[in-house]
Structures are given as C-alpha cells and as structure tokens.
C-alpha cells in the first residue's frame, strides 16, 4: 500500500498539542526554575491566575508532583469574546527527588501567581567532618 506523506502534518500535530487546553488525563507542561539555596532545594512553578484551591501537591516516595487548572473566567452571558490566548486547562510536572533530600519537611508558598517549594537537604546528606582517633599506643610487630 502507497501512503502519501505530508512534511507539515507532524509540525500541525504538535502545534495543536501545544495550544490545546490539558485536561486531567493530559495535561499540559508547567514553566518550572530548580535551584539549590544554601540548605535547601527551591523548585519555582509560574501558576499566573491559579486559585490556591485549584493547586495540588503530592509526594509519594521521591516522585514530587505538582498539578494545577485554571479555569475561563465566570463571565455573564451577554459577554462575547474578542480575543482569548491564556492558556486554560489543566498544567502538570513530576520530578523525582534524590534520596538526599527531606520529603517530610517541603514548605509550599504562592505568591504573584509563583509556587515556590523549598525542600530540605536531610541531615545524613550534609557533609561533615569526621574526628580521627588516637591509636591505643604502641603495637608490636612480629615477623
């Protein structure tokens, strides 16, 4: 069988995932900064317009999840609409967090539409010095 190829049908494809609004079965990725700050891992999500209420945050072991929705705006029914390019729909991220990292203690903070996760660094994984010992004195070799 001769199947005709069109180059654009892909790049069409793509477009149309990347304008489409998520949903909970396939949501949409999230604009995300991780950095390390002295003790700690901040991890910052862009949620402009997301309601507090419409945010949820899950650890499970190490896999750290992050999903939120932004719903259209409750509008009146005589409104029409000009023109509309905000994203709506659902947004998602997974990351899976080191072992050296404290899942218990995560402190979540919204602010200007940023959520902003700080997670410790446990205490077994910070460095530290270890004392030496003085031998028990003098040893005897024998040969």
Known sequence: MLMRTDPFRELDRLAQQLTSPGTWTRP????????????EYVVAF???????????V????????VRAERRPAVKADDVQMELSE??????????????TLDTEHIRADYDAGVL??????????????????AGSGRK???G
């Open 58 to 65: 899950d650890v499970e072991r190490n896999m750290l999840t």
């Open 86 to 99: 905000r994203p709506l729909g659902v947004f998602s991220r997974q990351l899976v967090l080191a072992d």
């Open 28 to 39: 949409s990725a999230m604009p995300m900064d991780a950095y390390r700050e002295g003790d």
């Open 116 to 133: 902003t996760l700080r997670i410790p660094i446990a205490e077994r994984a910070k460095p530290r010095k270890i004392s030496i010992g």
């Open 46 to 56: 862009d949620l402009p317009g997301v309601p507090t209420d419409a945010i949820d």
């Open 140 to 142: 005897e070799i024998i």
